[in-house]
């Protein structure tokens, strides 16, 4: 999966190609900035729903992102056309040390089974056969 870098955003030397960090941080094979502003680091997942791209981000002052921001940031590194979650994650399994935010972004065309758009798969009327 290739990332659209044509925006100002910059690639930079990663975790993984410094050999620094443990766990999903030291798998980051990708960093990015974008004017100094925002920050993206991203690592490729093999799941059962195909491949996802991991994408952890932050903003320089470290404050909370709106969700306008967050998905011109989807859009921006990775194409209009993709379609990503964010998690919020049972208590059990939060990570919270860094202020960061997390999506994975799933293949193009990849469609999640459910939303609230009529075009999604959960809200579309089939019609039924007779």
């Known amino acids: 999966m290739k990332i659209n ?3 100002k955003w910059i690639e930079k ?3 993984k190609s410094m050999r620094t960090g443990t766990g999903w941080f030291g798998e980051m094979n990708k960093i990015y900035t974008y004017n100094r502003e ?4 991203t690592r490729e997942i ?3 729903w195909g491949k996802v791209i991991h994408c952890a981000f932050r903003n320089k002052d470290g404050t909370d992102i709106t969700w306008r921001e967050k998905q011109w940031l989807k859009n ?3 194409g209009e056309n993709r379609v990503a979650v964010e998690v919020f994650p049972s ?3 939060l990570v919270d040390a860094a202020n960061m935010y997390h999506i994975w972004v799933f293949e193009e065309g990849f469609e999640l089974p459910f939303g609230i758009h009529d075009k999604d798969k959960s809200e579309r009327k089939e019609e039924s056969v007779k």
Not at 38 to 41: D, G, I, N, R, T
């Open 91 to 93: 208590k059990d399994r």
């Open 76 to 78: 921006s590194l990775f």
């Open 38 to 41: 925002y920050a993206a680091m």
């Open 13 to 15: 030397p990663s975790p």
């Open 5 to 7: 870098t044509k925006n």
């Open 46 to 48: 093999d799941t059962e």
